[in-house]
Structures are given as C-alpha cells and as structure tokens.
C-alpha cells in the first residue's frame, strides 16, 4: 500500500470515517476512544482524547509504541502496577485506570492503534470484565478498515463501505446525516423503531432532529421526516459538518407519534405539550410575550402556572430582567405587605436597621408573578391596585412613593367570579389584573400529552438521581392513560419520580411497581358514575340493571377503593362524586 494511514493526505479523507467510528464505539461500550497512525499522531478521539488531532498525544505513547512495535494487543488492566507502566514518565499524573490497545495490521504492516481507555472505576470495571469481547470487535472492524484501505485509494466513497459495515453489526439504531440535515447512512435498528422498510428513510431524505429537553446523555428528542414526527431517546452528536443520532438501547417498543416540532409559534423548555388545548396556549403565549400588559393565568392546581409565567417572561423584552415569584397563599397576612411594598428604617419593631426593598421594587424593569392572587387579603389588594395604576409604592413607613416599572402576571385555581360575588375579591383588581386571561387545560384534558411529558420528567428525574433511563411497559402506559390526575402534571412528575427511584437499574417499570390507587375501578367514562339518578336508570332502554344491581356494584366499588388506599379526596375523585358524598355512602353501607 503506498500511502499509509500516517500521510496527511490520507488523513484527510478518512479522519471523518474514524471520528464517526470513535464517537460510536464510546456510546456503545461506554468507554473513550483513541485512535492513532504509525507516527503516533493521534486521527480521532473523545473526551479528553478528542483534540490535538495530527499530533501526538501526550499519555499512553509507551503503550501505543509498544503495540505498534509488537503488532499484539496489549491490555493494561491496572495501569498503577504494570511493569509497561513503570518507565513513564507522566505516572504520577495520569489518570487513566485501565488501556486495551489493538494494532491496525495488514500487509504484515502496523498503520496505527486503536484504544479503548477507562478513566474512572465504572469504565474499569467495564473494561477489565469484557477485555475479551471488546478486543475480538475491535480487531474485526480494525481488518475491515484496512482491507478496505488497501484494496481502493483511501476517499470518501471507499471509507464508506467501513462505516455501513460498523452500522450494521451495532445493536443500537443509528442515522448519519450529512451537512444539509439529509440522510447519509441508516442501519436496521434504526427502522425497526419507525417500522419503516429501508426505502422509508433512504439516502438524500431531509431529516430534522430536535432535542425536547436538554442535557448530556440520552434525552427526547423529535425526529421529523416526510411528514411524520416521532418522539425517540438517543444522543445527538454534531461531528464536522455530519450529524449522529444514536438511539437509546431500552427504547420502547413503539416510537412515540408526536404532531409538530420548534415550528410551533413558541417551543419553550418545560411547556410540554401537543395537544390542541396546548398548541392555543402556546400560541397565545406567542403573542403576549412581548406584551407590557397584564396576564390572569387560570387553570386547576397543578396544571404548571408558574412554568408557564416563567416562560412568557423568558420570552419577552424583559427576560434580562428579574422574575419575581411570590406566593400569596404562602405568606402569613402581616407579612405579605411588608413582603410586597418593602419598609423603611424604623418602620416597625423588628424592622431591618436600613429597611427593605419589597419584591415588587425588586422586580423593577421585569416580572412579578403573584401566585394565588385570589388568597390576597382585601386590605392588599386597594394597595396593590394603587401600585399597578400609579406605576408607583409605597414602602410602609414612607413618606415618599417610589417608581416602579414592573409587567404583572397573577395566577389562581380559584373562581374569582365567586370571590367578586361574596365580596372577596376586589372587582376593580380583578379588571386590572384580568387584561389577558390565558386558560390552562388540565391533563385529563390534553390527549396525546401524556406520554410527551412521561417521557419528559423520566428523562428529568433520571438525570437528576443519576440513575438509568427506564422503559415503560404497555400495561403501565394503559393504566395511566386511564388515570384522571387529579393532581394534573405535579402528580405526574411526583409519580415518575417515585418510580425512577424504585426501578432497578436497567429495568422497565410495570404496573407491579404503580402505587395501588393506579389499580382502582376504570374510569368514570367507561363505567357506571356513582353520582346517575334512578330516573338515568330506570328510564334507560338499553340496560337491565336494576336500583338494587347498582347498589350493589356502588358499594363493592367504595368497598375495593377503600382496600387499596384511605384517602377519601382521592377515592372521591376516582369514582366521580363529592367527598361529602363519599362519606354518606359510606356510612349508608356500613363501610366505616
């Protein structure tokens, strides 16, 4: 072979072939790669190895010089101990634990080395246990590579066939893309997850690939080709002007269809959802953001207002300002003024001896979110409306006003309506605050978001534990989507994190690990109501259920309820009805 793998000109044409081949090995054996020419010029790398390409690398050159002189692999499994180790100078400061180096021979030739490389105890281990497989693999695509080198001139075309060879023997889907986004190498796994026949997603197909949340690792992502999108875990990976998408090994058996990506008005981290309901409160959003004036978020609790608040503000011409969250339920009455307005020196017993700035002079220039408007006292909400009109505060204790620049956005569950009607709430404020009311659907309400924002807290919650991304068993799925919640996304999220914490690692969560109340009766929809009437029964032609038939499936339903959990409020929701009348039905069975 004329040119070796050392020229620079054959460097050239190969080093995107062996960046694309180092990046997939370490996502597979989750260990980092280095690969060298016979010069001990490093060609590709990752992690601490992926720079100074062309150069030589500054560890291991005793190691690699070896395996190149040698022409056998060489496996170090505890570099503090090997007699290889001992003459290197860089001993005392390496931090590498463990190096497996297997040559690349042909043509009773060494072109260079090829590296696996563990730097932290898991990777030891990793390494140490499967020295044997990882070398065999190693070897084949090593020959493979140089079978190929030798046989054509090294170019693009003919290090081609290095790669299609490596995608093909992975287990994990892949899809290579080239610089304008179309694809330029598919394998197997990869359309099985969109049960496509290979001609689906040939070479030349535009694909767009868009990370749902962000993070390092495997995260959501939505794929979009041909007027379909789909929800997938994998890692994005931007090599050169290619991009790697690999796809997560405990992927779902189905890909999630999701309707739409960032061409959505507003596609905002955290505001998950496709829904229709969701689609018109992003594209309100959209066009409110940018708004000085004021915002009424609506909605039942849990349903993620102050996502939602942070969000517009984040979008608006005041994101570089602060965000000023205060939660009027939470602040006990003789503090919420001070709280809001600020003090002065003096002010009162106990006051701070230079005075306060109160949040809403901390907010100036940006947002104040006041959350649970609708607990506000009475007698703060004239102050309040004084300060929203006049743009103006005035600290307690004050003799002068102070100017504020401030975009008001207030949130509540509760019926201000009502509030109005029994003299609660402050019908002058209410206008005031109410300028652009923005109506959050709950999540019994938002089909198709389920599983966005399943998918979305596993990858949150299992990133923040540190733990492994879970798969979720059909049986699972269907039992939540047949969940009212009650809770709405907060009970989603608390649950997912309670069973990210419980799941062994590597494993799928199945209905087993779902606390009990996931195991009640099905939903209202799709069984009798506790709350019908016995004209609703009687007058009915198409059922022979008689008063006494359902009286007796009412109270086996309370009984099995009242099995699996004692609380009532949750009890009461799964079966349609008030809590009050929960407890008469109670007493009237004799189920206490």
Not at 186 to 198: I, T
Not at 368 to 387: H, K, T, V, W, Y
Not at 392 to 415: K, Y
Request: glycine letters at 6%; proline letters at 5%.
């Amino acid at each position: 072979m004329e040119e070796t793998i050392g020229t620079p000109s054959t460097i050239m044409s190969i080093q995107t072939t062996i960046l694309n081949f180092c990046h997939l090995l370490a996502q597979v054996l989750q260990l980092e790669v280095e690969v060298v020419d016979h010069k001990l010029l490093r060609i590709a790398g990752t992690g601490p190895y992926g720079n100074r390409f062309g150069q030589t690398p500054e560890s291991n050159t005793l190691l690699l010089r070896n395996v190149i002189e040698q022409q056998k692999e060489i496996l170090i499994a505890d570099s503090r101990f090997n007699s290889l180790c001992q003459g290197c100078n860089q001993r005392g400061a390496c931090k590498e634990r463990a190096f497996l180096g297997v040559p690349i021979v042909g043509n009773q030739r060494c072109y260079g080395v090829v590296s696996l490389i563990a730097v932290n105890d898991d990777q030891h281990r990793r390494l140490v246990e499967n020295a044997e497989n990882y070398m065999q693999y190693i070897r084949y695509v090593s020959n493979l590579m140089v079978s190929q080198l030798s046989s054509l001139r090294q170019n693009e075309s003919e290090s081609d066939a290095v790669l299609t060879s490596l995608l093909t023997s992975m287990d994990q889907g892949v899809i290579l893309l080239d610089r304008d986004d179309r694809v330029q190498k598919v394998n197997e796994r990869a359309l099985q997850h969109f049960y496509l026949h290979p001609s689906g997603l040939a070479p030349g197909t535009a694909v767009t690939i868009e990370p749902l949340t962000r993070g390092k690792g495997y995260t959501q992502h939505v794929v979009s080709f041909l007027n379909q999108q789909f929800l997938l875990i994998g890692q994005l990976q931007r090599i050169g002007r290619q991009t790697l998408f690999v796809l997560a090994f405990h992927q779902n058996a189905s890909s999630a269809p999701v309707e739409t990506t960032r061409q959505d008005p507003l596609f905002i981290d955290r505001v998950i959802g496709q829904s229709a309901a969701m689609k018109k409160v992003k594209q309100l959003m959209a066009r409110i953001a940018s708004s000085p004036s004021s915002v009424l978020i609506l909605g039942e609790s849990g349903t993620g207002k102050e996502v939602v608040a942070r969000a517009i503000h984040r979008f608006s011409s005041r994101h570089d300002k602060p965000f000023v969250a205060i939660n009027c339920a939470a602040i006990p009455e003789n503090l919420l003024e001070s709280e809001l307005f600020g003090y002065v020196k003096g002010a009162f017993t106990g006051a701070a001896p230079g005075g306060k700035a109160g949040l809403i002079q901390s907010a100036h220039g940006g947002t104040l979110f006041l959350d649970e408007i609708g607990d506000m006292p009475l007698s703060l909400q004239a102050r309040l409306l004084r300060a929203i009109e006049s743009r103006e505060v005035m600290p307690v204790g004050a003799s002068r006003a102070v100017p504020v620049d401030i975009r008001i956005i207030s949130a509540t569950h509760q019926n201000l309506g009502n509030y109005i009607t029994e003299g609660r709430f402050r019908e002058d404020l209410y206008y005031r605050l109410n300028v652009i009311p923005l109506l959050l659907p709950p999540l019994r309400d938002r089909e198709g978001d389920l599983e966005l924002l399943l998918h979305y807290f596993i990858n949150l919650h299992s990133q923040r534990i540190g733990c492994a991304y879970p798969g979720i068993s059909k049986e699972v799925m269907r039992l939540l989507l047949r969940h009212r919640w009650p809770g709405n996304v907060r009970e989603l999220s608390n649950l997912v994190e309670y069973l990210v914490n419980i799941v062994p690692d590597g494993e799928m969560i199945d209905s087993a690990l779902l606390p009990p109340v996931f195991h009640l009766i099905p939903p209202v929809k799709s069984s009798p109501t506790l709350h019908a009437t016995q004209a609703e029964i009687s007058d009915s032609e198409d059922t022979n259920v008689t008063m006494a038939d359902f009286k007796s499936m009412e109270k086996t339903l309370i009984k099995e309820a009242l099995e699996h959990t004692r609380d009532k409020s949750l009890i009461a929701d799964q079966l349609g009805i008030g809590v009050a009348t929960l407890y008469r039905k109670i007493k009237k069975y004799g189920l206490d």
